[in-house]
């Protein structure tokens, strides 16, 4: 009984040995499989830092060439203003020789009223100042629509109702201070003889309605 008890004790303590054996199997190969994962997630971890860096490195010259592109463009329209702004100066030389050259064609016509070649210089001075003053009206549209678009290079288009009306702004053509003055003048006639012709009218009803009343 007692060789029968120490051999199934042996056999168990054998059985028992190999089943931990097993299981210190099972957990080394159980760690080993947790390292490398976590070994993989580390470099997919670093290999994602190093692609969004990358991505971040384009974006940054990407932007950076925008902006190299929006300055670029804006000096181009700002030269071609400067440009319009000259050519505009030009113009007003020209108008002026042109009237000092028209005041002295209208002296000699003047002199010789029949004669029809200084009228037809006469003419022509004339017709050349009204081009010249078409070209300045051409070239002020011309600029406001070129600060206009300077104004709007690097922007994303818009299409909301202030947004056309800033834009419609930029195209508007104000008054010099000759022509607010002449504005105003014409306005302040404009009252004050409606204003005393009304005043007239009651004052004349008012007679014709005392005489027959």
Excluded: C
Aim: charged share 45%; aromatic share 6%; no cysteine.
């Amino acid at each position: 009984m007692a060789k029968k008890r120490e051999t199934t004790k042996k056999a168990t303590k054998k059985v028992v040995k190999e089943e931990v054996a097993k299981i210190e199997e099972t957990v080394e190969e159980v760690e080993e499989t947790v390292k490398k994962k976590v070994k993989k997630t580390k470099e997919e971890k670093i290999a994602e830092k190093a692609a969004k860096k990358e991505e971040a490195k384009k974006r940054k010259e990407k932007a950076k060439k925008r902006k190299q592109e929006i300055a670029e463009t804006k000096k181009q329209l700002e030269k071609e203003i400067d440009d319009i702004y000259d050519s505009i100066k030009e113009i007003k030389k020209n108008i002026k020789s042109e009237k000092k050259n028209l005041k002295l064609a209208k002296k000699e016509l003047k002199k010789d009223k029949k004669n029809d070649t200084k009228r037809s210089v006469v003419n022509t001075y004339v017709e050349s100042i009204k081009k010249l003053k078409n070209e300045i009206k051409e070239n002020k549209k011309l600029i406001s629509r070129k600060e206009t678009e300077r104004s709007n290079v690097g922007k994303n288009p818009k299409d909301t109702f202030f947004g056309d009306v800033m834009q419609e702004m930029h195209l508007v053509k104000w008054p010099s201070k000759l022509e607010m003055v002449k504005y105003t003048i014409a306005t302040l006639i404009f009252v004050l003889f409606f204003s005393g012709f009304f005043f007239l009218i009651n004052l004349l009803f008012l007679l014709i309605s005392k005489i027959f009343n």
